[in-house]
């Protein structure tokens, strides 16, 4: 599988799931975050190449920035 990052209530309690998603998928990484599961809060990343997950950090900032983005577009539409 290569390089494995877990975080939760239960360091792998998030790993079955991440193991489906990227199974199903045939993802070269797969990231799943969870907030206010069943289990607690916690994420869990698996890669094939653990290369790509040292762009993980910068992906995830730039997918923030976009969502950060999006939503004050959507605010000002709201507000007019």
């Not at 790993?15 to 799943?32: H, I």
């Not at 869990?44 to 992906?59: E, F, G, K, Y």
Request: hydrophobic share 35%; glycine share 12%.
């Amino acid at each position: 599988m290569g390089a494995e990052m877990t975080k939760g209530r239960d360091e792998d309690v998030y790993d079955d799931l991440t193991t489906y998603v990227r199974e199903r998928s045939g993802g070269d990484l797969v990231a799943v975050m969870v907030i206010g599961g069943e289990h607690g809060s916690g994420f869990s990343v698996q890669t094939s190449d653990p290369v790509i997950a040292l762009n993980l950090p910068s992906m995830l900032r730039s997918i923030a920035d976009e969502m950060e983005h999006a939503t004050m577009r959507g605010r000002r539409k709201i507000g007019r």
